[in-house]
């Protein structure tokens, strides 16, 4: 393939790191630099054995010599540079966070939508060798089914790298607008961390301090995950007179993953803290060490060899625009938590309820689980009134959109389902559900030929499953749920079909 000429837009601190992960890719080359500062565009030239230099990024984006950019700016300045780079069809990596409003990402998105060429947010931590580790072990159920996410960011008032004061004053204006360089900055990546590891966000509520009038710490966060039982929490503290041993900025990150089956601990990110092995996981009674390579540079080596594989067309770039908008809408949502007090929930599409819509929101809710569960309670038993036994067909009939990932790459599978109910003509009804070719498929009065699983229940009992009030385990436990077929495909179905 030829040689793809990268131009950098925003020569500061950062760009450093894209240098280096440049610098290792054969067949990439970088061919432009641009910086508002003619005196750091110059130096770059010469220290990258760039061919150009400009002052102005639109006359970077003419110049035919370039085939992408790397965006490294302030956050204010990421949509009006994105937006032009795409017009110039330019590829597009723009270092994280996306932008500073939902208004800006959603412009991104559209115009990301349809371009021609990759428009990828450089995100780094998802990139992490540690951290893809550790995702490798929840993923292969070693700590089995994950409950609880803890992060830990403890920056130091010394140590790591030189950051020039220039790179201080707009985070500084930031913070003045409710933006910290550490919750709102660099929580992009424990956000991001946190989304890839476990999955998508429900709801956020933060506290946010203050240290010495400018650093938005000491703060602590909290979420609860869209898709489990599972809840997160960050806390950040800073440290004024400790040193952090750091090649890089005065940082780290501890984060555990816990479940029902042990946890993982990933030990340092950014920085040096702890010694010893970077990622410990006990499990199956014993504790095992990794010393997984943890210099915090290999998530932009990461980082960059994703954008040039999918400019090369062999892999899809990450974080995508519209997965970028997740992340900055979690950000988001957490600076208007702490400054409003409330809790603030994520909706689907990324955008945010206002604390007066959410509060709405939860009393509808309630009274839908207060009316489900008189229900239910009139219903327990196996013999079904007409209410749980239209339930249950209703709530069987709605699994297909219950679809979970893991579902869609499921083998094949046909569960037979045998409901009791007096008000079913000869008191049963027969219900098939079958994944096939990534697909859910649910037949009604019969059971599939041959089935991987047939269950028998009342009614009652499986409309209590499938509206979360009862668990599959304690129904099979009590005798009120029996199998024929493994026990391992039904306690699957939680998985696939989030029950
Ligand atoms: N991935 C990470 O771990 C990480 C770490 C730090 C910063 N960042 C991100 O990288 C970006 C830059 O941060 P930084 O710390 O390097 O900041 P910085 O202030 O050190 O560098 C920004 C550079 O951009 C130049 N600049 C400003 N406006 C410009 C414009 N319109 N055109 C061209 N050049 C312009 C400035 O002169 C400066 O040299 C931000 O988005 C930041 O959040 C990411």
């Known amino acids: 393939m030829d040689e793809i000429r990268i131009g950098i837009i925003g020569c500061g601190r950062i760009a450093d790191m894209a240098y280096v992960g440049y610098r290792a890719i054969p067949g990439v080359r970088i061919a432009a630099v641009c910086d508002t500062d003619e005196k750091t565009a110059l130096r770059r030239r010469a220290e990258w054995g760039a061919d150009n230099h400009y002052i102005d990024y639109r006359k970077l984006l003419e110049d035919p010599a370039v085939d992408a950019v790397e965006i490294l700016t302030p956050h204010t300045s990421h949509v009006q540079i994105s937006l032009d780079a795409i017009a110039a069809g330019k590829h597009l990596a723009l270092q994280k966070p996306m932008t500073i409003d939902w208004e800006g990402a959603q412009r991104l998105v559209n115009a990301a939508a349809s371009a021609t060429t990759i428009c990828k947010l450089t995100e780094n931590y998802i990139f992490y060798p540690p951290i893809r580790f550790a995702a490798r072990i929840i993923q292969e159920g070693y700590i089995g089914s994950p409950s609880s996410i803890s992060i830990k960011l403890i920056a130091g008032g010394k140590g790591g790298w030189t950051v020039p004061p220039s790179a201080w004053a707009w985070r500084l204006k930031e913070f003045a607008e409710g933006r910290g360089m550490q919750t709102f900055d660099h929580g992009h990546h424990l956000w991001s961390t946190a989304r890839y590891l476990l999955g998508p966000i429900e709801k956020v509520s933060a506290w946010i301090g203050t240290t010495a009038s400018v650093i938005d710490s000491p703060a602590a966060i909290m979420w609860k995950y869209m898709d489990r039982e599972a809840f997160g929490l960050c806390e950040y503290v800073y440290s004024q007179e400790m040193e952090i041993p750091s090649r890089y900025y005065a940082n780290d990150e501890w984060i555990q993953v816990s479940g029902s089956a042990g946890l993982v601990k990933i ?212 005798g009120k749920l029996r199998l024929t077929g493994p026990v391992e495909t039904a306690l699957n179905l939680k998985k696939l079909f989030r029950l």
């Open 267 to 478: 030990n340092r990110c950014t920085g040096n803290l702890l010694e010893g092995p970077s990622v410990s996981l006990y499990s199956r009674n014993e504790w095992r060490h990794f010393r997984i390579p943890s210099d915090w540079k290999l998530g932009f080596l990461g980082s960059t060899w994703n954008f040039i594989k999918a400019i090369r067309g062999e892999t899809e770039p990450r974080l995508s625009f519209p997965q970028a908008m997740e992340i900055l809408s979690i950000d988001l949502a957490i600076a208007r938590s702490a400054q409003t007090g409330r809790e603030v929930r994520l909706e689907p599409d990324g955008s945010m309820l206002s604390p007066a819509a959410a509060y709405f929101r939860k009393l509808s809710e309630l009274r839908e689980v207060r009316a489900a569960r008189k229900m239910l309670v009139k219903t327990e038993g196996a013999e079904a009134s007409e209410d749980a036994s239209r339930l249950a067909v209703q709530l069987t009939r709605e699994i297909p959109s219950r679809l979970s990932a893991p579902a869609l790459a499921h083998d094949d599978i046909e569960i037979g389902l045998e409901l009791s109910g007096a008000t079913f003509s000869g008191g049963a009804k027969l219900m098939s559900i079958a994944i096939r070719d990534g697909a859910v498929y649910v037949d009604e009065d019969k059971l599939p030929a041959s089935p991987s699983l047939v269950i028998k229940t009342s009614a009652g009992v499986w409309a209590g499953i499938l509206s979360g009030r009862q668990a599959i385990e304690s129904a099979y436990l009590h």
